[in-house]
Structure formats: C-alpha cells, structure tokens
C-alpha cells in the first residue's frame, strides 16, 4: 500500500486531478469532503462548531453556512485555530478508518488523499509521496470569484492564509502545473501513477 498525499493551493483544481488519478486506478480519500461529514447537523462536531461560533453561522435547514463560518475562521487566525482543534482530530479518525478498509481489500493499494492543508498541518510525513497541484495567484482569485461567488478581497484572504505555492514545492516528490492543457495535465498524471505503482511493489507500506 502506497499512501499518496495530494495537495495545493485553493481553487488549484485538486478535485480534477484527484479525478484522474481515480480513473488510473487510485483510491481517493477526499478530506474535505469528510469535514463536511463530520459537522452534519446533530454530529458532535456540528454540536462544538455550533457552541463555540453560535447558531447564526446556520442556514435555515440547520446546515452549517461555510462561507459564513469560513468568513469567520479567517478573519481571526485564533477562531480558525479553535476551528481546527474541533475539526481535524475527527477528520483524522475517518480518514484512518478510510485507510483501513482500503488496504483490508487491495494490499497494494495506492491511496491519493486530496488534504488542501497538508503542509500548513505539518502531516507531509504521514503519507509517502506528496503530489503538489498549482496555479498562478491571479487564477486562484479569478475561480474563487466565479465558483464562490467572493468579492476580490475575500478571495485575496483565503489565498494569503495559506503557504506560498513556492514554499511548499520543496514537500513536494511531484508537481503538476494545472494551468496547463487538459491533455498535458492527464498525460503528467498517468506518468505520475505509473511511478507510484513501481514504488508501491518495491515498497508496500504495511500499517
């Protein structure tokens, strides 16, 4: 089993490459997807968001309003901390039992885990291999803007929260320029996997 991290900046399109790697023959574990999971309303994690921000980051249907809480969490790097303590710990225990199931059925799995924050959270050493996604700043703004609907200065700040692309390259075994040409992007991906298929015979990680 070979344990892959993938990684990037916001709106760098992780969801499209994780995609392809998935149409090689990879197993996805999406932690965003899981953070969501984990604060459905009336989950314990919904419960300590709720007393610790208030119920005005609620939607009608008692969802939780992520651009609200987001809005919130990034404005303050404090609230975002206390955030992060309700959030990642549960967010690990899925995604350990992810792991776990995978590897029951295929020992040599190779498992891409899309994790945005993976470096910022110092946990590059938890997977074997970390895959960076990128794009240029002004493409970030511009998806952020269009996708969720954030004015320039909104999207600015999600962007400086994180590391600097640069800063992170030298975590990184592969980088992919998804500002590249579909074709070109899905020809690197499957160059990638390949790679990752000789290390995870030479190597299967046994946890």
Known sequence: MLIVGLTGGIASGKTTVANMFKNEGAYIIDVDKISREVVEPGKLGWQEVIKTFGEEILNRDKTINRKKLGDIAFSDGEK????????????????????????EKDKEAIIIIDIPLLIEANQQKTVDKVILV????????????????????EAKKRIFAQMPIESKKKYADYIINNEAPLEMVRK????????????VKKAPRNL
């Open 188 to 199: 690197e991906v499957k160059s990638i996997f390949q790679a990752l298929k000789i290390e």
């Open 134 to 153: 990128y794009v240029s700043p002004q493409t970030q703004i511009e998806r952020l803007i269009k996708r969720d609907g954030f004015n320039l200065e």
């Open 80 to 103: 975002r901390r206390i955030l992060e303590k309700i959030i990642h710990p549960k967010v690990y225990s899925e995604k350990q039992k992810l792991i776990n199931q995978i590897k």
